[in-house]
């Protein structure tokens, strides 16, 4: 079966140039999967590619979404950007996914007005796959900063497939994420959230779970809305880059030190990586059309690689489907 | 000056007798300053304390508040508690604050009730001491879930004020955890409350913070509603576990990397210090009438050492005072 996914390398911190040698690499590791890949870069940048594999063609738009750009203005002022021409190209049936470095706001209002929602899902979810103890996924981070219980409830539900599909993980374990583990815990929010996530059969709800729970690998799905994930995920990510920060200090402290920093390279090298969200290459929407999947705005080739290989994963796994067909009408039911 | 603090050494996790070491060295420490304890124990610990210098004295309850306690039914239920009887001497003028290792709801329902808020201050906020790049007060950590942005302004003065006199940070800066540094970020609680903040003179506010620059020493105060501040609290206590297990796993991996441990001994040491809100001994009430320190639950002899203190500082830095005067009077006009 051949899955073809538009990747906008234009957008993030590193030139176009380093995204596509990780584009590159995927294209060549999964040629036998029937990966293609359609690169969207200027005309400037398309310039600056190497030679490309067979299984990898590229389109060109003029404009570039900035990191700095609102959202908002987007779909008027850059309709001709590699951002929405990655979207567009989705949406005539030409690619079958997204992966985009770029803004994440802009990257969500594009391809929520471009690839849309799937009927009945009332709202898109951003997740996140966090390595740690064990990867779970972390979800909404941020693409909507209210929510309700109901809204919760889709993004259990959403989350659990995708870490079954994607993941891999075998009857996941859903969580909330909240300030005690008791049932009525939390904001209203969470107390009622808690009774839907209960008493929904499909979920293996494993009920609420505190942030001192999260690394140890507490959950395969952990449930919030967007303006609690967003802290979290960052939070995460800080003290991530605080823990390699000082173990590097550490290291370099003495030259006894340093020694020791040379004898236990291998082991930090791998700790390094549970730490590095960037290790699972991106961050998937859920509940669009289409798969579509923001690689970290700092990605370099290796990373990239692995976001376009997680889009690859999206695809394969039929997440989509069982979302659209599974969910969707019980979320119509219950809200409408 | 005399300072007397009570010291509930029952319902933390570890025994009364082990509480009491820590008590006991306090004592000692800073007999010079003043400091005189009174040990609240039940007959039954009471009995199993060590020979007291001449500044402790021990009073007795029969109850005992265990950590799985409603906090709602302490006031009718645990009347004749220890924790209950340290805030009764804090009102009765005969203690000048309050430290305990127990049930941290529990404490703040009855010191919120016995000691009571300062005239003015809406809501009492529980703040925390967090080490890592460079200390900051975390605030509020879950004494009250919800927040209103005028709240939030309450919460920004108290820990500015508390910075400055018991961290001893002049001009302490300000921020609100958000989801990003932009002045409009955030649910409407948040934007609204960066109005607030940015127009309140007598603050160093400094906006927005994001979850990844918290580790990094990015400001001294850092406010947020209790339910994103509890959560944000166990995330950086859980991560700073997991660094601390996954770093002993390194050097346990091999021969030659626990050589490599012993080599770096001190340093993880260090390390493993900023990664502890233990190490700081406790977190403050702001907004109560007298100091009430809450030790962590799992405090040992050292730790417990640290809460009181925090507790001596609280009451020497004239926070309370401070409080009272300046904000108390600002606050009623803002919301009365």
Redesign the interface.
């Known amino acids: 079966m051949k899955i073809t996914i538009a990747v906008d390398i234009m957008g993030g911190d590193n030139p176009a140039s380093e995204l596509a040698l990780g584009a590159v690499s995927a294209a060549r590791m999964f040629a036998a999967d029937g990966l293609e890949l359609i690169l969207v870069a200027t005309p400037e940048a398309a310039k600056t590619l190497p030679e490309l594999p067979a299984n990898v063609s590229v389109r060109t738009a003029e404009g570039v979404v900035e990191m700095t750009d609102d959202p908002g203005i987007v779909m008027k002022d850059k309709k001709d950007s590699t951002l929405v021409l990655a979207c567009n190209l989705c949406k005539e049936g030409i690619a079958d996914a997204v992966v985009s470095a770029g803004n994440t706001g802009a990257l969500f209002t594009a391809a929520s007005l471009i690839i849309r929602r799937i009927k009945g899902v009332r709202r898109a979810a951003l997740g996140s796959v966090i390595p ?2 064990s990867p779970f996924v972390l979800l909404d981070c ?1 693409a909507n ?2 929510a309700t219980p109901e809204v919760l409830l889709l993004y259990a539900k959403m989350g659990a497939i995708y870490a079954e599909n994607v993941l891999g993980v075998e009857n996941p374990r859903v969580a909330l ?3 005690g583990t008791e049932s009525h815990k ?2 209203p929010l969470y107390s009622e959230a808690y009774k839907l996530l209960s008493a929904e059969e499909s979920l293996n709800f494993v009920g609420n779970c ?7 690998g507490a959950c395969d799905v952990l449930v919030c809305d ?3 994930g ?14 390699s920060k ?2 590097k ?3 370099h ?1 003495t030259t ?2 340093k ?3 040379a ?2 390279f291998r ?2 090298k791998k ?1 390094k990586k ?1 730490l590095d969200p960037a290790e699972y290459g991106g961050a998937p929407f859920l509940g669009l059309k289409k798969p579509v999947i923001k690689a970290h705005g700092s990605s370099d080739a290796h990373s990239f690689f692995s976001a376009i290989k997680q889009a690859l994963m999206y695809c394969q796994g039929g997440t989509i489907e069982k979302i659209t067909e599974g969910l969707a009408k019980k979320t119509e039911e219950t809200e409408e």
Request: charged residues 20%.
């Open positions: 740690l103890e941020g900063l209210d994420l909240n300030n939390g904001t505190e942030g001192k729970a999260v690394p140890f967007g303006f609690t967003n802290i979290a995920l960052k939070l995460i990510e800080g003290m991530g880059k605080f823990m000082s173990i200090d550490i290291f402290a006894v030190a020694a020791a920093g004898m236990t082991h930090t700790l549970k």
